[in-house]
């Protein structure tokens, strides 16, 4: 008989985030876009975002978020036996960013590895960070959520221009008398895999792309909107019900920050008291897709440090049509 190794529950230890020091205000986007502040307010709730540096990379972000959280988890890098980077925006496919990650952390021996769920990847990580602690195949995970999406944005693109941003979030997960992490419910609705895209792809450059033409996101915006009105809605309160709970339970509810108006509408029929505090700093991010969670997790906490301990519905939304998310408890103050 095969011997199987006994696991823990798990909970978050600690969340860390780095942002850009470049301020991208409404301002510097509306020319190229015949556009206006007002009505990229309007339409998504930014204000500003972060855009990295020329020479700031994918890595040099992680590993900013990724030192925080270690810092602040009470545990030593090399306790970290396993790490998951989410991202879209790494421009290599091998060898992994997550190889390259633990190199520069110093605990290269780790299990490393990279994930592709666009703005859900974080989600996906630690949903999958939870079931390798319970199933004993690790102790300590790192799951990080990073993008350098200004690189693959067509500034004149009245659609995508003014959305995407810069930025990293990272999680130490770890070993926990009473679950913390609620079983993750994940999806997807592939059949409309198209509305987001980033082309034309690598193989197109392969098979003669034009010079000078470079891998753009685009996408269906209202497409994406009735989707993540309509579904994620109904996948939150999935959640929750797979957690045991019930929203007045709640002390926040941290989504993708993908756009305020989907974000109300989430929490309206959701049926969220006001007394659930609901993360929205895409007003100054912008859309960091994989990093958009923790970063906004590490945000709120910032603000309302009260919030520490207390119980978060997470949920990730992104290009494939994909979905993931749990209720966690919050870690606790560092």
């Known amino acids: 008989m095969i011997k199987v190794r006994e696991g ?11 942002q850009p ?25 930014i204000e500003t975002r972060r855009f990295a540096d020329a020479d700031e990379s994918v890595l040099d972000m992680a590993e900013a978020a990724c030192r925080q959280a270690i810092s602040r988890s009470g545990i030593a890098v090399e306790d970290i036996d396993t790490v998951i980077l989410a991202s879209i925006t790494y421009p290599f496919q091998a060898p992994s960013a997550a190889t390259a990650l633990i190199a520069r952390l110093g605990n290269p021996k780790a299990a490393a590895f990279d994930i592709n769920a666009a703005c859900a990847g974080f989600c996906y990580g630690v949903g999958m960070a ?27 693109d009245r659609g995508t221009a003014f959305i995407f941003a810069d930025g990293a979030g990272a999680t130490v997960i770890g070993p926990s008398d009473e679950p913390g992490i609620s079983p993750t419910i994940w999806g997807a609705d592939a059949d ?20 000078g033409i470079w891998p753009n996101i685009s996408q269906q915006g209202q497409t994406v909107f009735r989707w993540a009105v309509f579904s994620m809605s109904k996948a939150g309160i999935r959640i929750m019900e797979a957690a045991g709970i019930t929203p ?5 509810f941290i989504p993708h920050q993908a756009n305020v108006r989907i974000i109300d509408s989430m929490a309206r029929e959701m049926k969220l008291p006001e007394s ?58 560092w």
């Open 248 to 252: 007045d339970q709640l002390g926040a």
């Open 130 to 156: 939870n079931d390798f602690i319970r199933a004993g195949s690790s102790k300590y995970v790192l799951v990080v959520g990073v993008e350098k999406l200004s690189d693959f944005l067509d500034p004149y």
């Open 192 to 211: 409309s895999r198209d509305a987001i895209l980033m082309e034309p792809t690598w193989l197109a450059f392969k098979h003669g792309a034009p010079d």
């Open 8 to 18: 823990s529950n798990s909970r978050m230890l600690s969340v860390g985030a780095y």
């Open 276 to 333: 659930v505090v609901i993360a929205d700093n895409i007003r100054t991010s912008g859309n960091t897709s994989a990093a958009s969670v923790p970063i906004a997790m590490s945000a709120l906490l910032e603000e309302h440090p009260e919030l520490h301990g207390q119980l978060a519905l997470l949920i990730g939304y992104g290009a494939g049509l994909v979905y993931a998310g749990q209720v966690v408890q919050l870690p606790p103050k």
């Open 21 to 45: 020091s470049r301020i991208v205000p409404n301002s510097e986007i509306v020319d190229k876009i015949d556009s206006s502040d007002e009505w990229i307010r309007q339409r998504t709730g």
